[in-house]
């Protein structure tokens, strides 16, 4: 219908599938939202919205990556509903050209993630989300605040840059938890270097 279509049909129907067959352990898995226009029925609460209940109510631990064909798109909606989606990503693919080499990092970025659902958790603060935090969906808790940072491949880094003075820092806790293909939900825990020349998070040994 002139380019559009039902985008939260499919993305809702992806889910139910991913959900339905998930596996405890053993390997990795995405969605991947392909759409070639802007959508044309828009659940009641809108998408983000109706996304951010079914992800709480489910738990889905799958990465969402969208991709967006030519120009009659909704590329900030397709980029929320990516960032939402465990940091998954948004590719805007112009032409046919790109589909090659974009489906290949996409493919060979799953194959080689060593972690997912990575949670960036911190006890004691709760953190507004902001334009220093805007690429990582986050939610606060009765403790503190969570920062869902998507999946990590072999040899990459992921940094995330959190408005929190020293004084506050000191009184939180630290600790990352994600799961590799073997072990769900492993936690390590972290503090803080507070030296403002050498600020960085050191793994607690």
């Known amino acids: 219908d002139n380019g559009q279509t039902n985008l939260w049909d499919g993305l809702r129907t992806g889910l139910d599938v991913l959900l339905k067959g998930q596996r405890n352990t053993g390997s990795n898995s995405a969605l991947y939202l392909l759409t070639d226009g802007c959508p044309n029925m828009e659940p009641p609460r809108g998408h983000l919205p109706t996304l951010a209940k079914l992800k709480q109510k489910t738990n889905f631990n ?102 929190l003075s020293s004084e506050d820092a000191m009184r939180c806790e630290f600790s990352i938890v994600y799961d590799t293909l073997l072990e769900k939900k492993k936690r390590a825990k972290f503090n803080v270097n507070t030296n403002t020349q050498s600020a960085v998070i050191q793994q607690m040994k």
């Open 62 to 163: 799958c990465t969402i990556n969208t991709f967006g064909f030519g120009y009659e798109l909704d590329s900030k909606l397709l980029e929320d509903i990516a960032i939402l989606g465990n940091a998954g990503s948004y590719a805007f693919i112009p032409d046919g050209s790109f589909v090659g080499t974009i489906f290949v990092n996409a493919v060979t970025t799953l194959l080689a993630t060593v972690a997912s659902n990575i949670q960036l958790c911190i006890n004691g603060q709760r953190i507004e989300s902001s334009e220093y935090t805007r690429w990582y969906s986050s939610h606060c808790t009765d403790h503190g605040t969570v920062f869902d940072l998507g999946s990590i491949t072999y040899g990459q880094s992921k940094d995330i840059l959190i408005p």
